[in-house]
């Protein structure tokens, strides 16, 4: 099993860049793949063109509050999980949903950090979509991370923030293999610059994608951007970095 996941601050594009290369893996037929929604304002299902009606929130929320009668606490969470895996041709989504409320889930988190690990061991590939905190990635998984792409936008904040994300995931120790950062929705001669303030923030910049105006559009229309026509620049831009991405694990 092997394990991606994508970070950084909304309106960099890492939602549909994780959506693409879960279409990438799907089309070389490294499958099965489970995609793992783990940002709070959870959206990955639209790039899948998917529909999520169970989160794992909820049934965290449930099993802390009453499993009723008849069924034990772990037996209720590998139902619910169950439940909340929405099935594909050759992926799989799970939604983590909403972030803890007031009081302890240490022992809610804890069998669900287990029931995910069963859940887990099923797939080739495991993709997972986090928020610039990724208060989620070191419950999801107790094995290593094989990648961290850090998303940014083309300026020099956005390499800035992507710093502090590289530098968040060595601070909360988790086992990631590599960690790089994917500059996305670049223009047109902007390359040399990004590839220089990324060295700046010695940051291991794994590619650059154009921005593009199908992506937007299709955004727009609340259409799958996963459905993008194979001659798009952007997908064969990205399907070039993911091409080098899986060649290193």
Avoid: W
Avoid at 72 to 82: N, R, Y
Avoid at 224 to 242: G, S, V
């Amino acid at each position: 099993m092997h394990s991606i996941a994508f970070a950084g601050k909304g309106g960099t594009g890492k939602t549909t860049l994780a959506g693409i290369l879960i279409r990438y893996l799907v089309e070389k037929g490294m499958t099965p793949v489970l995609a793992v929604d783990a940002d709070a304002n959870a959206n990955l299902n639209e790039v899948l063109g998917l529909e999520v009606n169970e989160t794992l929130g909820e049934a965290r929320e449930q099993m802390k509050k009453d499993v009723g009668t008849g069924m034990t606490k772990d037996v209720f969470m590998e139902m619910k999980l169950q439940e909340a895996v929405v099935e594909s041709d050759g992926f799989d989504l799970i939604v983590m949903g909403r972030p803890e409320g007031a009081g302890c889930y240490c022992a809610a988190n804890a069998l669900l950090t287990q029931s995910l690990e069963r859940l887990i061991s099923n797939y080739r590939f495991i993709v997972m979509d986090n928020e610039a905190g990724m208060e989620h990635l070191s419950r999801l998984t107790t094995n290593n991370i094989d990648a961290l792409v850090v998303v940014s936008d083309p300026t020099r904040r956005g390499l800035q923030a992507a710093h502090r994300i590289v530098r968040l995931a060595e601070e909360l120790r988790l086992n990631i293999k590599d960690k790089y950062v994917l500059v996305n929705l670049a223009k047109e001669g902007q390359e040399q610059e990004i590839k220089d303030a990324a060295s700046s923030f010695d940051l291991d910049l794994i590619g650059i994608v154009p921005e593009d105006e199908d992506i937007r559009s299709y955004d727009l229309k609340g259409e799958p951007t996963m459905e993008l026509p194979p001659n798009n620049r952007a997908l064969q831009e990205a399907y070039k970095i993911f091409n080098q991405l899986v060649s290193t694990i």
